[in-house]
């Protein structure tokens, strides 16, 4: 059974700061990883799609990583913003399922 | 125009009352999933349909039912609610994956609490 566990719970940083945000994933046998942004009261927006073939995928000043050998995903946020203030979620789809699997979420706060 | 909206978005209910939150999507997408939010949990899928006459039961589909009424929608009932069903709903929908691509596009939630 694929589990998916995102450390820290929340992190708290200052404007300006490049952050990473670490994911990691039991089983490697994995079709895609998503990491997802969730603002308070409104749903998730997805980031960024790693498939299985790919090492990483980036979109402006963010960055996904994919080490399946290893287990593990991160989110490199570069010269943070307060507007990067929310939680992200990452999710594993393994292979031959038919559903993500969501981690607990990072909230992340910048503080100006 | 939102892609996906659910109804309600807030919704305060008794035990043992039957409820339906409803989900519409105008992306044209053929997956729909209901999935509910609980602190420190993360989301867990609850049903999830692939088209029309396909329906599937998620992680966690014990004391829910759902309904495809047609491709753009897709309704979460709960029969009888109970306390430990308050939580944030969220409805999603996505393609099917092609070439390792399948994203999912969500709806805003619907935060139901159960008294």
């Known amino acids: 059974k694929q589990e998916v566990t995102q450390i820290p719970a929340a992190l708290s940083v200052p404007e300006g700061e490049n952050l990473v945000l670490n994911c990691s994933f039991t089983?490697?046998?994995?079709?895609?990883l998503q990491w997802f942004r969730q603002d308070p009261g409104k749903g998730l927006t997805s980031l960024l799609l790693?498939?299985?073939?790919?090492r990483e995928q980036t979109s402006g000043r963010l960055n996904a990583s994919l080490d399946k050998s290893s287990g593990r995903s991160t989110l490199y946020i570069a010269a943070s913003q307060p507007g990067d203030s929310a939680t992200y979620l990452c999710?594993?789809?393994?292979?031959?399922?038919?559903?993500?699997?969501f981690g607990q979420g990072t909230r992340l706060t910048i503080n100006p | 125009d939102a892609d996906v909206t659910q109804t309600p978005r807030n919704r305060i209910t008794k035990t043992g009352k039957r409820i339906m939150l409803e989900c519409s999507q105008t992306?044209?997408?053929?997956?729909m999933y209901w999935y509910r939010q609980d602190p420190g949990l993360g989301l867990r899928l609850i049903y999830y349909s692939f088209d029309v006459k396909d329906i599937n039961k998620g992680e966690i589909s014990d004391g829910y039912s759902v309904s495809r009424q047609a491709q753009a929608k897709f309704s979460l009932s709960l029969e009888s609610a109970i306390p430990n069903q308050t939580a944030l709903y969220f409805c999603?929908?996505?393609?099917?994956?092609?070439?390792?691509?399948?994203?999912?596009?969500f709806g805003p939630g619907t935060r139901l609490l159960v008294l």
């Open positions: 999710a594993v789809r393994t292979q031959g399922a038919q559903k993500l699997v």
């Open positions: 089983d490697s046998a994995i079709y895609n």
């Open positions: 999603a929908t996505s393609d099917p994956p092609t070439s390792g691509q399948e994203t999912q596009y």
């Open positions: 790693i498939q299985s073939s790919q």
């Open positions: 992306k044209g997408h053929d997956r």
